[in-house]
C-alpha cells in the first residue's frame, strides 16, 4: 500500500518540531526567507534541530537565494535536502548537485503543461539527478507558500491524469491543506508526499498538536484502499 509522506512546514519553535514527530511528521520545513513571518534564525533552526527524532527530516526552505548562500545555510545546519519555492531556474538545481533539492512550482491546470515541459527538458539537459521532488504550489500568489489558499485540485488531477507529469521526480501537494481537505486531495492525485504550514497552526508559525494529528489521521485514512 501506498504512504503519502507527511512534511509540516514553516515550524519556528523547538516545542512545535517536538510536537509534529510525536503527531507523525515525516519532514519539517525550516524557512530561511528573512521576509517571511515563520523565517528562523540559526540559533532557532539549532534549537528546532536537537530536538528531532532520526527518522523525522528537517529541510531547509529558501526563495532566490543565491546558491553559495543555500549551501552555507545547509552545511552549517548539516541540512541534506533543501526546497526552492521562488524562481529559481534548473540551473540552480544543477549548482546544488551535492543536496537533494525540491522545487516548488506556483501553478494551476493552465500554467502546469509549461512548467512541466520546463522541467522535464532540464532534467534531459542537465541531468539533475539531486531533484528529489516537485512541489505543486497555489498559482496566482505573490507569497511563496503559507498563504492558507487552496490549490485548483481537480485541475491539477486532469492534468496528471492525461499523463503530462510523466518524467518527473515525485510530486507534493501543497496549498491550503488542512485536515478537512487533504484526505480528497490525496485520493484524488495519489501524490507522493503533502506539505501544510497555514492549515495546522492556531496562528502564524504557532502549530498545534491537535491539528498537526488530525492531518495525520486523515492522510492516514486516504492511504487506505478504497472499500465497496
Same mark, same amino acid.
Given at each position: 500500500? !501506498?504512504? =503519502? ?58 526563495? +532566490?537565494?543565491? !546558491?553559495? #548562500?543555500?549551501? +552555507?545555510?545547509?552545511? *552549517? ?7 526552492? !519555492?521562488?524562481?529559481?531556474? %534548473? ?21 502546469? %503543461? ?22 505543486? #504550489? *497555489? @498559482?496566482? =500568489? ?7 489558499? #487552496?490549490?485548483?485540485?481537480? @485541475? ?5 491524469? *492525461? ?11 501543497? @496549498? ?14 495519489? %501524490?507522493?508526499?503533502? +506539505?501544510?504550514?497555514?492549515?495546522? #497552526?492556531?496562528?502564524? @508559525? ?13 492522510? !492516514? ?8
Amino acid at each position: 500500500m !501506498h504512504r =503519502t509522506r507527511i512534511k509540516f512546514c514553516g515550524v519556528t519553535r523547538a516545542k512545535n518540531a517536538a510536537a509534529a514527530a510525536v503527531a507523525g511528521a515525516d519532514a519539517i520545513g525550516l524557512v530561511f526567507y528573512k521576509k517571511s513571518a515563520r523565517c528562523v534564525s540559526l540559533e532557532t533552526a539549532r534549537e528546532i534541530l536537537s530536538v528531532l527524532p532520526p527518522m523525522v527530516s528537517p529541510i531547509g526552505l529558501f526563495v +532566490d537565494s543565491p !546558491h553559495d #548562500e543555500i549551501r +552555507d545555510i545547509a552545511n *552549517t545546519l548539516n541540512l541534506r535536502t533543501v526546497q526552492l !519555492h521562488g524562481d529559481e531556474p %534548473p540551473e540552480v538545481v544543477a549548482q546544488l548537485s551535492d543536496l537533494s533539492v525540491i522545487k516548488a512550482v506556483r501553478c494551476d491546470s493552465k500554467s502546469l %503543461p509549461a512548467s512541466v515541459q520546463l522541467w522535464r527538458r532540464a532534467i534531459l539537459k542537465l541531468g539533475l539527478k539531486n531533484l528529489a521532488g516537485m512541489l505543486l #504550489e *497555489t @498559482g496566482g =500568489t505573490t507569497e511563496p507558500g503559507g498563504t492558507g489558499v #487552496e490549490n485548483d485540485w481537480d @485541475g491539477i488531477a486532469s492534468v496528471i491524469g *492525461t499523463g503530462q507529469v510523466t518524467g518527473l521526480p515525485p510530486l507534493i501537494a501543497a @496549498g491550503g491543506l488542512s485536515s478537512e481537505n487533504v484526505a480528497r486531495v490525496v485520493r484524488r492525485l495519489r %501524490p507522493w508526499a503533502v +506539505d501544510v504550514s497555514s492549515g495546522i #497552526e492556531l496562528s502564524t @508559525g504557532l502549530k498545534s498538536l491537535d491539528r498537526m494529528q488530525r492531518f495525520v489521521k486523515a492522510v !492516514h485514512d486516504a492511504d487506505q484502499p478504497w472499500t465497496d
